[in-house]
């Protein structure tokens, strides 16, 4: 039988010498909010923006022909976009079964088929009367940037309200809170601005709406993902 000297044990080499032992799990330094104070944020936020959308429509004022808008052009541009924003928030918000929120797949699909389907009715809609006023290039750029304008205290507010509260599904969730909040602007836009052909409503309107829900899958994911 072969026998080992244990002293020359000493002699053979570490290979872990020197390496730098793993790091102890790091906890998280910003932990989401309570659900109380979360529940209020939420409020308060929402009734900062019905406020702010409120003062910005008396400021600029209701458009002067609203008389002789039919019935069909206001339900289908200004009271639908105000329920499908609606809709778009509820479903941001939706706690679901599990506590972490509807499906991905029906928060990308409602997130994506909303400003699609205002786009769409906006293009297809025709004018409310023959002399009603349409809009030139000008106009066009003005009313898109007024109407992004419009978005910006919204998003403001979700930031605050939201900071960390999505644990799953942000980017969904963000887009659908965009996607809210350019629906308002674009159902506002139509109960103030007067230019009423497809073209101005589909990329002044219907493109602030489009760009405030990318913006919302961008930046408002960044904010409210744990």
Do not use: K
């Not at 939420?42 to 008396?58: D, H, I, M, P, Q």
């Not at 599990?98 to 797949?105: I, K, S, V």
């Amino acid at each position: 039988m072969t026998r080992f000297d244990l002293a020359t044990l000493e002699s053979i080499p570490d290979p872990l010498a020197g390496a730098t032992p793993n790091p102890s799990p790091q906890r998280a330094t910003s932990p989401g909010p309570a659900r109380g104070a979360l529940q209020r944020r939420r409020w308060l936020a929402l009734l900062f923006c019905v406020g702010w959308f409120a003062a910005e429509l008396s400021l600029s004022g209701v458009r002067g022909d609203m008389a002789r808008l039919p019935g069909g052009y206001v339900v289908a541009l200004i009271a639908l976009p105000f329920a499908a924003g609606a809709l778009c928030l509820a479903l941001a918000l939706a706690s679901g079964r599990t506590g972490l929120g509807l499906r991905a797949l029906w928060l990308t699909s409602v997130a994506l088929g909303a400003p699609f389907a205002y786009v769409v009715a906006g293009g297809l809609w025709p004018m409310p009367y023959p002399e009603a006023p349409r809009g030139n290039l000008a106009f066009g750029v003005l009313c898109f940037h007024l109407a992004i304008a419009w978005t910006v205290p919204p998003f403001i507010a979700a930031g605050i309200a939201l900071r960390r509260a999505f644990v799953t599904r942000a980017d969904a969730r963000g887009a659908l809170l965009g996607a809210a909040a350019g629906l308002c602007v674009a159902a506002l836009s139509a109960l103030r601005c007067p230019l009423s052909d497809p073209a101005h409503i589909v990329l002044s309107h219907g493109g602030a709406v489009v760009v405030s829900a990318a913006l919302g899958a961008w930046l408002l994911a960044r904010v409210t993902r744990i």
